[in-house]
Protein backbone atom coordinates (compact mmCIF):
# COMPACT_ATOMS: atom_id res chain seq x y z
CA UNK A 1 0.00 0.00 0.00
CA UNK A 2 1.17 3.74 -0.90
CA UNK A 3 1.52 5.72 2.17
CA UNK A 4 -0.07 8.46 0.32
CA UNK A 5 -2.51 7.60 -2.48
CA UNK A 6 -4.66 9.91 -5.32
CA UNK A 7 -6.73 8.67 -7.76
CA UNK A 8 -4.72 9.80 -11.00
CA UNK A 9 -7.85 11.08 -13.18
CA UNK A 10 -8.42 13.01 -15.25
CA UNK A 11 -11.43 14.47 -12.86
CA UNK A 12 -13.02 16.49 -15.92
CA UNK A 13 -15.77 19.14 -14.36
CA UNK A 14 -17.55 21.70 -16.74
CA UNK A 15 -16.80 25.02 -15.78
CA UNK A 16 -18.30 26.98 -12.74
CA UNK A 17 -18.68 23.25 -10.63
CA UNK A 18 -17.63 21.84 -8.07
CA UNK A 19 -14.29 20.07 -8.15
CA UNK A 20 -13.59 17.35 -5.41
CA UNK A 21 -10.22 16.40 -4.98
CA UNK A 22 -9.50 13.17 -2.43
CA UNK A 23 -6.54 11.63 -1.03
CA UNK A 24 -5.73 8.65 1.63
CA UNK A 25 -2.89 8.25 4.13
CA UNK A 26 -1.43 5.22 5.75
CA UNK A 27 0.72 6.75 9.08
CA UNK A 28 -2.12 7.18 11.71
CA UNK A 29 0.97 9.79 13.35
CA UNK A 30 0.67 12.19 10.04
CA UNK A 31 0.38 15.33 11.40
CA UNK A 32 0.26 18.04 8.67
CA UNK A 33 -1.39 17.91 5.66
CA UNK A 34 -0.48 19.97 2.32
CA UNK A 35 -2.06 20.84 -1.32
CA UNK A 36 0.24 21.41 -3.94
CA UNK A 37 -1.04 22.71 -7.78
CA UNK A 38 1.44 21.26 -10.57
CA UNK A 39 0.67 23.40 -14.18
CA UNK A 40 2.18 21.14 -16.88
CA UNK A 41 5.91 21.67 -17.08
CA UNK A 42 6.13 23.86 -14.39
CA UNK A 43 6.66 23.33 -10.04
CA UNK A 44 4.31 22.48 -7.73
CA UNK A 45 3.17 25.71 -5.87
CA UNK A 46 1.54 25.06 -1.96
CA UNK A 47 -2.27 26.06 -2.53
CA UNK A 48 -3.97 24.92 0.83
CA UNK A 49 -2.46 22.73 4.21
CA UNK A 50 -4.67 21.27 7.55
CA UNK A 51 -3.26 20.62 10.63
CA UNK A 52 -6.63 19.95 12.71
CA UNK A 53 -9.81 17.90 11.63
CA UNK A 54 -12.41 19.86 9.92
CA UNK A 55 -12.65 22.04 7.56
CA UNK A 56 -10.34 25.10 6.38
CA UNK A 57 -11.22 27.46 3.80
CA UNK A 58 -9.20 29.96 1.73
CA UNK A 59 -11.10 31.80 -1.39
CA UNK A 60 -12.41 28.92 -3.39
CA UNK A 61 -10.55 26.47 -2.17
CA UNK A 62 -11.56 24.43 1.12
CA UNK A 63 -9.53 21.61 2.88
CA UNK A 64 -11.23 19.05 4.62
CA UNK A 65 -9.40 16.54 7.21
CA UNK A 66 -10.41 13.47 8.83
CA UNK A 67 -7.83 11.83 10.67
CA UNK A 68 -9.86 9.22 11.78
CA UNK A 69 -10.78 7.98 8.18
CA UNK A 70 -6.98 8.71 7.25
CA UNK A 71 -8.21 11.04 5.00
CA UNK A 72 -8.36 14.65 3.38
CA UNK A 73 -9.83 16.25 0.53
CA UNK A 74 -9.66 19.78 -1.42
CA UNK A 75 -12.73 21.53 -3.33
CA UNK A 76 -12.33 23.57 -5.55
CA UNK A 77 -15.54 26.17 -5.95
CA UNK A 78 -16.71 27.79 -9.08
CA UNK A 79 -14.00 25.91 -11.57
CA UNK A 80 -12.01 27.74 -13.72
CA UNK A 81 -10.34 26.22 -16.82
CA UNK A 82 -7.86 27.77 -15.64
CA UNK A 83 -7.64 25.68 -12.51
CA UNK A 84 -6.41 22.93 -14.91
CA UNK A 85 -3.39 21.37 -13.43
CA UNK A 86 -2.32 18.08 -11.59
CA UNK A 87 -3.04 18.19 -7.79
CA UNK A 88 -0.44 16.77 -5.56
CA UNK A 89 -1.39 15.26 -1.63
CA UNK A 90 1.33 15.79 0.73
CA UNK A 91 2.27 14.62 4.17
CA UNK A 92 3.90 15.15 7.20
CA UNK A 93 4.53 11.83 8.85
CA UNK A 94 7.34 13.60 11.01
CA UNK A 95 9.66 12.37 8.92
CA UNK A 96 12.18 15.53 7.52
CA UNK A 97 10.68 15.19 3.94
CA UNK A 98 6.97 15.10 2.53
CA UNK A 99 5.56 12.14 1.26
CA UNK A 100 3.85 12.77 -1.77
CA UNK A 101 1.08 11.35 -3.97
CA UNK A 102 1.22 10.43 -7.57
CA UNK A 103 -1.50 13.52 -8.08
CA UNK A 104 -4.71 13.94 -9.69
CA UNK A 105 -4.90 15.63 -13.13
CA UNK A 106 -8.04 18.56 -12.92
CA UNK A 107 -9.23 19.20 -16.23
CA UNK A 108 -12.16 22.22 -16.24
CA UNK A 109 -14.21 22.11 -19.64
CA UNK A 110 -15.33 25.51 -21.06
CA UNK B 1 14.34 37.08 -2.68
CA UNK B 2 14.79 34.32 -5.56
CA UNK B 3 13.43 31.46 -3.84
CA UNK B 4 14.83 28.29 -4.78
CA UNK B 5 16.92 28.05 -7.99
CA UNK B 6 18.46 25.52 -9.79
CA UNK B 7 20.72 25.31 -12.76
CA UNK B 8 20.69 24.27 -14.88
CA UNK B 9 17.11 23.96 -16.54
CA UNK B 10 17.89 21.50 -19.81
CA UNK B 11 20.54 19.17 -19.81
CA UNK B 12 21.30 16.27 -22.08
CA UNK B 13 23.81 13.74 -21.10
CA UNK B 14 25.30 10.62 -23.07
CA UNK B 15 25.18 7.15 -21.29
CA UNK B 16 27.76 7.21 -18.40
CA UNK B 17 28.69 11.27 -18.73
CA UNK B 18 28.88 13.13 -14.82
CA UNK B 19 27.22 16.54 -14.37
CA UNK B 20 25.81 18.01 -11.03
CA UNK B 21 22.92 19.53 -10.95
CA UNK B 22 23.02 22.58 -8.83
CA UNK B 23 20.24 23.95 -5.87
CA UNK B 24 20.45 27.35 -3.82
CA UNK B 25 18.26 29.24 -1.77
CA UNK B 26 18.02 32.82 0.08
CA UNK B 27 15.26 31.99 2.55
CA UNK B 28 17.30 30.71 5.09
CA UNK B 29 15.69 27.06 5.29
CA UNK B 30 17.27 24.36 7.04
CA UNK B 31 16.33 21.55 5.29
CA UNK B 32 16.96 20.93 2.04
CA UNK B 33 15.67 18.29 -0.96
CA UNK B 34 16.17 16.42 -4.49
CA UNK B 35 13.30 14.58 -5.86
CA UNK B 36 12.92 13.31 -9.36
CA UNK B 37 9.30 13.10 -10.66
CA UNK B 38 8.63 10.51 -13.47
CA UNK B 39 5.37 10.36 -15.31
CA UNK B 40 2.55 8.55 -13.38
CA UNK B 41 4.83 8.09 -10.44
CA UNK B 42 4.56 11.37 -8.71
CA UNK B 43 7.67 12.80 -6.32
CA UNK B 44 10.18 11.05 -5.00
CA UNK B 45 12.95 11.54 -2.95
CA UNK B 46 16.33 11.20 -3.49
CA UNK B 47 18.45 12.87 -0.74
CA UNK B 48 17.88 15.39 1.96
CA UNK B 49 20.00 17.42 4.09
CA UNK B 50 18.55 18.50 7.18
CA UNK B 51 21.40 21.01 8.11
CA UNK B 52 24.34 21.74 7.11
CA UNK B 53 26.95 19.28 6.61
CA UNK B 54 24.09 15.97 7.12
CA UNK B 55 22.73 14.35 4.19
CA UNK B 56 20.30 11.30 4.04
CA UNK B 57 19.12 9.40 1.49
CA UNK B 58 15.89 9.39 0.57
CA UNK B 59 13.47 6.89 -1.27
CA UNK B 60 15.74 6.21 -4.77
CA UNK B 61 18.96 6.99 -4.13
CA UNK B 62 21.27 4.79 -6.22
CA UNK B 63 22.78 6.64 -8.42
CA UNK B 64 23.44 9.75 -7.02
CA UNK B 65 25.41 11.49 -4.82
CA UNK B 66 24.41 14.43 -2.78
CA UNK B 67 27.09 17.50 -1.11
CA UNK B 68 25.49 20.31 1.12
CA UNK B 69 28.22 22.94 0.86
CA UNK B 70 26.95 25.09 2.77
CA UNK B 71 23.29 26.48 4.32
CA UNK B 72 22.11 27.93 0.87
CA UNK B 73 23.05 25.25 -1.90
CA UNK B 74 22.76 21.68 -2.53
CA UNK B 75 24.18 19.88 -4.97
CA UNK B 76 23.33 16.14 -6.93
CA UNK B 77 25.63 14.59 -8.97
CA UNK B 78 25.32 11.95 -11.25
CA UNK B 79 28.73 10.02 -11.63
CA UNK B 80 27.72 7.98 -14.74
CA UNK B 81 24.49 8.33 -15.89
CA UNK B 82 21.90 6.18 -17.34
CA UNK B 83 18.62 6.26 -19.66
CA UNK B 84 17.01 5.32 -16.35
CA UNK B 85 18.28 8.71 -14.63
CA UNK B 86 16.07 10.56 -17.73
CA UNK B 87 13.43 12.66 -15.25
CA UNK B 88 12.47 15.82 -14.13
CA UNK B 89 14.76 16.89 -10.57
CA UNK B 90 13.48 19.40 -8.46
CA UNK B 91 15.26 21.28 -5.45
CA UNK B 92 13.60 22.04 -2.55
CA UNK B 93 13.39 23.74 1.13
CA UNK B 94 11.60 24.24 4.41
CA UNK B 95 12.04 25.58 8.03
CA UNK B 96 10.46 22.62 10.54
CA UNK B 97 6.51 22.05 10.27
CA UNK B 98 6.09 24.14 7.06
CA UNK B 99 5.37 23.19 3.62
CA UNK B 100 8.19 22.89 0.80
CA UNK B 101 9.28 25.20 -1.75
CA UNK B 102 10.37 23.43 -5.11
CA UNK B 103 13.09 25.25 -7.87
CA UNK B 104 11.76 25.18 -11.54
CA UNK B 105 13.03 21.81 -12.00
CA UNK B 106 15.98 20.50 -14.29
CA UNK B 107 14.72 18.35 -17.11
CA UNK B 108 17.44 15.83 -17.68
CA UNK B 109 17.72 13.18 -20.76
CA UNK B 110 20.05 10.84 -20.91
CA UNK B 111 20.79 9.00 -24.01
Known amino acids: QKEVEQNSGPLSVPEGAIASLNCTYS??????FFWYRQYSGKSPELIMFIYSNGDKEDGRFTAQLNKASQYVSLLIRDSQPSDSATYLCAVNTGRRALTFGSGTRLQVQP | NAGVTQTPKFQVLKTGQSMTLQCAQD?????MYWYRQDPGMGLRLIYYSASEGTTDKGEVPNGYNVSRLNKREFSLRLESAAPSQTSVYFC??????????FGPGTRLTVT
Open chain 1, 27 to 32: DRGSQS
Open chain 2, 92 to 101: ASKLPRSEQY
Open chain 2, 27 to 31: MNHNS
